[in-house]
């Protein structure tokens, strides 16, 4: 039954390809932080596939129920109860995590909701854990697609401070906070995933 659960089409449309990623970097056992974690889809693939992580959805305080019905029908013993996390407070007190996953996320964010993400992330990263992020990027000012420059525009209509990021910012800021650029995977849809790691 998934009938009445918040429900997104394209967390089901790229599930199975950012797992497959996933897969590979988060390797060993250990816990996941998962920012942004919305509906729950991906939240229940990945603890359902991966099964030697613990996954630990977080949310904004206004939307990390949001994922507690499907977590609930999906009874998987390696998720644990969502977090309230606003990126943007400065001291995320968490349990302590061993890597960290992001979907769909920094286009909705501020820029200093980003830089803070970024911020956050690598503070509670130990040397060589990883940060996986998915979504669109622009390269060097420029889209990488038609459907994504409508997309940005779509965006900055209902929230000006939302907006597809560039690949340049981000490289600043994450070298910045001692994490380093991995992989660039490109993925369907016009849409990549990035992987840093604490140094
Ligand atoms: C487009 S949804 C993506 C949800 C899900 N990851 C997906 O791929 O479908 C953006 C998510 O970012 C979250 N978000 C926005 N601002 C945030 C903040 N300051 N701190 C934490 N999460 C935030 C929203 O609550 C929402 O769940």
Same mark, same amino acid.
């Given at each position: 039954?998934?009938?009445? /659960? ?8 790229? /599930?199975?390809?950012?797992? %497959? ?13 998962? +920012? ?5 889809? &991906?939240?229940? &693939? ?5 099964? &030697? ?19 609930? %029908? ?14 943007? +407070?400065?001291?995320?007190? #968490? ?6 996953? *992001?979907?769909?996320?920094? &286009? +909705?964010? !501020?820029?200093? %909701?980003? /830089? ?30 038609? !459907? ?5 525009? *779509? ?19 994450? *070298? ?9 995977? %490109? ?6 995933? #990035? ?5």
């Amino acid at each position: 039954m998934t009938e009445g /659960k918040p429900f997104s089409q394209a967390c089901e449309n790229n /599930k199975q390809v950012i797992l %497959e990623k996933l897969a590979a970097v988060f390797s060993s056992p250990g816990t996941i932080l998962e +920012i942004g974690t919305g509906t729950g889809q &991906h939240a229940v &693939h990945f603890a359902g596939n991966l099964r &030697h992580v613990t996954w630990q959805p977080s949310d904004h305080p206004s939307n990390y129920q949001l994922c507690e019905p499907r977590l609930a %029908e999906a009874r998987l013993p390696n998720i644990s109860k969502p977090l309230a996390l606003d990126v943007s +407070i400065s001291d995320w007190q #968490l349990p302590p995590v061993n890597g960290a996953f *992001s979907a769909n996320t920094a &286009h +909705i964010m !501020s820029w200093q %909701e980003v /830089k803070a993400m970024f911020r956050g992330v690598a503070a509670n990263l130990q040397q060589g854990e990883a940060f996986c992020l998915y979504g669109p990027f622009n390269y060097g000012g420029t889209f990488t697609s038609a !459907s994504n420059q409508q997309f940005d525009a *779509s965006l900055r209509r209902q929230k000006p401070t939302m907006g597809i990021r560039d690949m340049d910012d981000l490289e600043q800021i994450s *070298s910045e906070n001692g994490l380093i650029l991995e992989s660039d995977f %490109e993925m369907p849809a016009n849409n990549r995933l #990035l992987v840093w790691r604490k140094h």
